[in-house]
């Protein structure tokens, strides 16, 4: 139970302590996109003491932990800060040099001094082309034999080099460290004397090619030898062979793959950095024993081909003679180079395969145990002398091959092969394997999930098993669709980074990943495809893939992502950085208002409502888009106002909110139906979404509000009829309302349309539409996951008081036996985790919060209570407890840090 926990934790409470320490919200992070680090500390609270606060705090960063010892060695001093702050903490900028950074924080609170962190570390990346010596360059095959072998993952290796006993020394002594920069079109493995230089698969992340190279930073000091080194690169074009026509993209006319590399010698002092090596045109390349087969593009990702005769893994080994190897070709590449520093792409899980079904006597089909993204290792393959092995992925059992999903093995003289993946990914749950001359066993199939490497800190847990179900298949699902840096519909089919499924996933996110580098990159990746086809501000609806269709609420998350993320993180600079993404968008929707009405612009595919719904999808011609997108463009610019108001861009928040007036005023005259009570067809989302963006006058909101319950609980029999938008929507505006109880019995649920329909189809995620066609691990129905820690945890973030400084719990008092009599959650943020854990039988009630150190909440029980406690003290009483209402429907009261039991009797 919640106490049980909570009695747990406080048995092993220990003294006050740092907890995490952050850097641009990574720890220890190497290559830093910026010169501008920012800073976060949390710290333990004893859970003896109460109301624990910051009071001040001193910052010190040095070029090594020798330095901290002396106050004169150091690089710099904050001196001692009187402040609360604790979340990203900004130096003076940095110098323009890639060099290593250590750094510690010592904190002053209410109940006394914490002593200095353990010493951190960062360095910096490859912030800008300047950073680059002008002796590096972008290398790659010749054109000639890119020409002839389009599909080859070459590798590119340097001469090997030496460090000097000088050099030895300082890495021996730990007084210097090596690191790797390496910038590239294409993917690339980074290997040092025959090891990979990272765990990291599928390096860089998308970037839109168009206008930006990423590079990556790799501390590789563990990897170095005292006697000969070799150095080397894995290439493949990946991304770079990407085309699409919705709008026209064709990255394929850039060089690929190709790569830039530097190999500094770092010492840990102020001193200059030392170049040992760098990608010229002294290298040479050979191809390697993989190649791609199929295309790079929507329906079409192709995948993997393993030639067995050529396998080996001595091609980058000190002495390993390159000699019939080609020399590399030089390529300009005229693109924005920025650093790239995120929670790369891992194996993060495997998968086992529960089934082997013979087909023939060649083929067999695979049944892994769940669906999910990532690569396959099939070991043992047996079939004719250099015949060829197809691998071929589905997530229908009755589908052999899904969008030419396929990875080919091509055995060697024995008729001996294996299958592993390198540069290609795929949705896999059922895998048909042909051209096999002897049977597979299921301990020769291993899959490998590949996600970006978040830790899943937030949590969910109940006394109902379908909100459990349902709450880990929206964590499987979300895992699925954050494959390569980016939040995409889905993995096999088109695999771009749609806005509009990014808005479904976003709060639910934020509360279960910390996931602020994560969407830092993504924030840059939606300044990066602004004005694409135009000089407008519009955005494209997929960033940073640039295709895809859509409408204003998926380029409009790139005003919803900043103002969620400022919540969360209390980041006033990304919300600077995005400011003229912001209002570039916001002037372009405006210039297509026409007598106060948002009026249908572009294509087929530019102006889309609520996608597949249960009725079907709001189409650009439809006035069920115009309806839905004047409410969305009334709903951002009331978070873009909230933006503006931070920034202190007071002209643009008043006209902000003088247009959202205008077009309040003009939807609600041209929609509402005062026959019906509603808007349009009042459905769902036509009742939901406008009193969620406040577009119903005052008088009407209760009979909106009732005629939304009866269209939920009657008209569709506690069944939803939303689609991507309008459910995210709708559970937003339910949690809002407090109506947990509707949510619950909508969840509850288990015939169509529903969850429960899609677990009781055996599904373990979301499929793309509620008939459960096409994709099967598709974007559209996330909106749900913020419920379990909003709603049924109760816990929220404020804009207002960003960075949960000030949040509040609000945990629902009124759920009946069949929907939960208890709830344990956890909410991620950077101060530590937020619980939130009661149980209720309608009499008695219990709950069980804690509260992070250096902030505060208020708790609200929507219920005439008797005889409350904390900690068995009468409510009034209890120490740390400010009692803000005890009234005969609503209790409300206001904590500081601290782990608090709350007890009381339901009247």
């Not at 847990?461 to 499987?476: G, K, R």
């Amino acid at each position: 139970s919640g106490l049980a926990l909570l009695l747990a934790v406080l048995a092993n409470a220990s003294a006050l302590n740092f907890d995490q320490l952050y850097c641009n919200y990574m720890i220890n992070p190497i290559g830093i996109t910026s010169l501008t680090p920012q800073f976060s500390w949390a710290f333990n609270n004893t859970f003896f003491q109460r109301n624990v606060t910051q009071t001040a705090y001193r910052l010190q960063i040095s070029y090594s932990p020798a330095d901290f010892q002396s106050k004169d060695a150091l690089y710099w001093d904050s001196l001692p800060v009187a402040s609360d702050s604790n979340l990203n903490v900004a130096p003076p900028s940095l110098p323009s040099v890639p060099r290593i950074y250590f750094w510690r924080v010592q904190v002053n609170t209410t109940v006394g001094s914490l002593p200095w962190s353990v010493v951190q570390h960062f360095s910096v990346g490859m912030v800008n082309a300047t950073f680059w010596s002008p002796t590096s360059q972008f290398i790659g095959m010749t054109t000639a034999f890119k020409t002839d072998h389009p599909a080859t993952y070459p590798w590119l290796r340097a001469a090997d080099f030496h460090l000097t006993a000088e050099q030895l020394s300082g890495l021996q002594n730990q007084s210097a460290k090596v690191i790797a920069h390496v910038a590239s079109v294409g993917f690339h493995e980074l290997q040092l004397n025959g090891q990979p230089a990272s765990l990291d698969v599928l390096v860089p992340s998308t970037s839109n090619l168009f206008k930006r190279v990423r590079s990556v930073a790799y501390d590789v000091t563990a990897l170095i030898a005292s006697g000969p080194n070799s150095l080397g690169l894995w290439l493949a074009s990946g991304w770079a062979d990407f085309s699409d026509g919705n709008p026209t993209v064709d990255w394929s006319a850039i060089p690929h793959p190709v790569a830039r590399l530097e190999l500094h010698y770092v010492p840990l002092k102020d001193a200059p950095l030392q170049v040992l090596t760098v990608s010229d045109t002294t290298w040479r390349f050979a191809p390697s024993f993989m190649i791609h087969v199929g295309a790079w593009r929507a329906t079409d990702y192709g995948g993997d081909m393993v030639n067995a005769s050529a396998v080996t893994d001595d091609w980058c080994r000190p002495n390993t003679s390159t000699t019939d190897w080609t020399p590399v070709q030089a390529y300009e590449i005229n693109r924005t180079l920025s650093a790239e520093c995120l929670e790369g792409n891992r194996r993060l899980r495997k998968y086992s395969a529960v089934k082997v079904h013979t087909i023939n006597s060649t083929a067999q089909q695979i049944e892994m145990e769940d669906l999910f993204t990532g690569w396959l290792d099939l070991n043992g393959l047996q079939g004719p002398a250099f015949g060829t092995v197809t691998i071929m992925y589905s997530s229908h059992e009755d589908v052999a091959m899904e969008y030419n999903q396929m990875d080919k093995v091509l055995l060697d003289q024995h008729g001996q092969g294996f299958l592993y993946n390198k540069f290609s990914y795929h949705e896999i749950q059922y895998v048909v394997v042909m051209g096999l001359s002897a049977p597979i066993m299921l301990d020769q199939v291993v899959g490998h999930r590949i996600a970006n490497d978040r830790p899943h800190l937030g949590r969910f847990n109940s006394s109902n098993s379908m909100f459990n179900a349902v709450y880990q298949a929206s964590v499987n699902n979300y895992l699925g669709l954050s494959t390569g840096g980016m939040s995409v519909d889905c993995p096999h089919r088109e695999r771009l980074g749609y806005g509009g499924d990014a808005h479904t996933s976003l709060e639910f996110a934020l509360a279960t990943f910390p996931s602020g580098a994560f969407l830092s990159k993504i924030a840059e990746d939606w300044t990066d495809v602004a004005s694409y086809t135009a000089n407008d501000g519009d955005l494209c609806h997929t960033a940073p893939t640039l295709a895809g269709g859509g409408g204003p609420s998926w380029g409009g998350y790139a005003i919803v992502m900043p103002y969620h993320y400022h919540a969360v993180h209390n980041d006033v600079a990304l919300l600077r950085r995005m400011w003229p993404t912001i209002t570039g968008f916001l002037a372009f929707l405006e210039s297509k208002v026409d007598q106060d009405i948002l009026q249908p612009f572009g294509g087929k595919w530019d102006f889309l409502g609520d996608w597949l719904t249960p009725h079907g999808s709001e189409t650009s011609d439809t006035i069920d888009s115009v309806l839905f997108n004047n409410l969305y463009f009334v709903y951002v610019l009331q978070l873009a106002g909230e933006i503006a108001e931070v920034l202190n861009e007071t002209q643009t928040q008043a006209a902000y909110a003088s247009l959202a007036t205008k077009l309040k005023v003009a939807t609600h005259a041209r929609f509402y139906n005062s026959s019906s009570g509603g808007y349009l067809y009042s459905y769902q989302t036509q009742l939901a979404l406008p009193l969620l963006a406040q577009v119903v006058p005052s008088s009407l909101v209760d009979s909106i509000s009732s005629l939304l319950f009866h269209q939920i609980t009657t008209v569709n029999d506690n069944h939803l009829d939303t689609g991507l938008h309008g459910t995210y929507f709708l559970t937003k505006q339910l949690v809002a309302m407090n109506q947990q109880d509707t949510l619950a019995d909508i969840i509850n649920g288990d015939t169509y349309p529903g969850y429960g329909w899609f677990l009781k189809q055996g599904y373990t995620t979301w499929p793309e539409n509620w008939q459960a066609q096409g994709s099967l691990m598709h974007g559209c129905y996330n909106g749900i996951g913020l419920w379990f820690n909003q709603g049924l945890g109760g816990v929220q973030a404020s804009f207002n008081s960003p960075g949960y400084r000030h949040f509040t719990i609000q945990p629902p008092v009124n759920l009946g036996p069949t929907q939960a009599s208890w709830v344990n959650s956890s909410t991620s943020t950077l101060h530590g985790l937020i619980e939130s854990n009661w149980s209720g039988d309608g009499a008695q009630y219990l709950h069980a919060v804690v509260v992070p150190s250096n902030i505060q909440a208020t708790i609200t029980w929507r219920t005439k209570v008797q005889n409350p406690t904390e900690g068995g003290i009468p409510l009034a009483q209890a120490p740390g407890v400010t009692v803000v209402s005890l009234g005969s429907s609503v209790t409300v009261v206001r904590v500081g840090s601290g782990a608090y039991v709350f007890r009381f009797q339901m009247v």
